[in-house]
């Protein structure tokens, strides 16, 4: 399936002369390059992505179809007819025809078979005297990635890029720790800056000092950036328009109207440069570009495909992602992140006086269903201003999601983007009357 967008094109084309009176193909290609290592020993494994979708509109109803290496013509047939026989009712949201996405760069060549970053990173940790007894598994996934979509509208784009992602996780007699990073190029990758991110999570996790009991009830603390990126994407997730058009329906009303505080300000990026999800169109065809979801603690805005904006009767804002061709779009984040302040992270913590210094999740924040309670585990120190800081592990947060935003009382200078947070980005964060117990 080299020519996708012949291939695209042939399916649209044999679904309308089945008699389909909308269509959709979309089409994910491309070659992989796996390298891990275990015990010491490096593994390498290739793939050739090559999975299409089929989407059609006929009789007042709608059917999704997708498999490996199909027909086109035969998967249209079959579309069509399964779709008369048993598609659910639906409408056609379709993206027209548009000017060829651009400020997307054209993927670099993958290479044949490069083991250097594994290895290096291997060397890293096994030269690092505090990592002894730790035991290493790694991997780095190359992937030239290619996406086409073309409809009965006269839409018809690709775009193509290369992503690296890069995992570690560290196992011990402490337990373990992971970090994770991503770039565009191979070049951009820091092995002996991952094996340093390693030994400081290791250091903190095997830290013998004892741990301090900490008062149950709200306190004020600072959130690192490392725990801040959490609450950002927990806040984005709530955000998306089909939860607005089902359990959090009250959110439309709230347009115009303060639900943070006026540190805060959420913004969707799909072309932030550098970004892990930029891309130049989403998953249904709509350009991308920059939405503030929060500007200065006020609701500006939600992620939307083209039926939630139709809905809701507002414009698109290419917020459209499919987790598998399989899979209808839904709005999801791109590159979700909060805006940086004007305050250093040691400042903020300066402000603290008698409370927390989270510099970490140990449990990853997350939310309670679609109830708004954002719950973690948070290691860092307890501060009083007549104590030094006394290091506290595991200790439990709560907080409704949306309070706790209107709580953010200053955000720091630097945004950091964290690839186990799906992408997300965050400064720290100085919060009032963060709940502890």
Known sequence: M??????????????????????????????????????????????????????????????????????????????????????????????????EPTGIAAPSVLPEDDRTFVTRLADAVAADPGLAGWHLSAGHVRTAFRRTLVNSAGLAVEHQATAHDVWAWLEGSAGHVRVACWAADAGELDATGLA????????????????????????????????????????????????????????????????????????????????????????????TGRTVLIEGGVLTGFLHTLETAHRLGLPANGKAARTSTARLPRPMPSNLYCAAGTESEAELRERVGTGLWITKFARPGRLVSNTGRFTALANGHWVSPHAPPRRVRRVPVTANIFQLLRNVVACGTDVVFAPLAGGTGAPAMLVDDLVVG
């Open 2 to 99: 080299r020519d996708t967008l012949s291939w695209a094109h042939a399916a649209v084309e044999a679904a309308a002369r089945a008699g389909a009176e909308h269509a959709e193909a979309y089409l994910e290609t491309g070659p992989s390059t796996r390298v891990t290592v275990h015990g010491g020993r490096v593994g390498v494994s290739r793939g050739d992505r090559a999975e299409s979708a089929l989407r059609v509109w006929c009789d007042g109803r709608f059917g999704l179809y997708s498999g490996e290496d199909l027909d086109p013509v035969e998967l249209a047939a079959r579309a069509v007819a399964e779709t008369r026989r048993q598609g659910v009712p639906g409408t056609a949201f379709l993206a027209g025809p548009q000017a």
């Open 196 to 287: 340093a991110q390693l030994a400081d999570q290791a250091t903190d996790l095997t830290d013998d000092g004892p741990a301090a009991e900490v008062p149950s009830g709200p306190c004020t603390a600072v959130l690192s950036p490392a725990a801040a990126v959490d609450v950002v994407r927990s806040a984005g997730s709530l955000l998306r328009a089909d939860n607005v058009l089902g359990d959090l329906r009250p959110l439309a009303d709230r347009i115009g109207r303060r639900i943070a505080g006026s540190a805060v300000s959420l913004i969707d990026d799909g072309r932030l440069p550098g970004g892990s999800r930029s891309r130049p169109f989403d998953d249904e065809g709509t350009p």
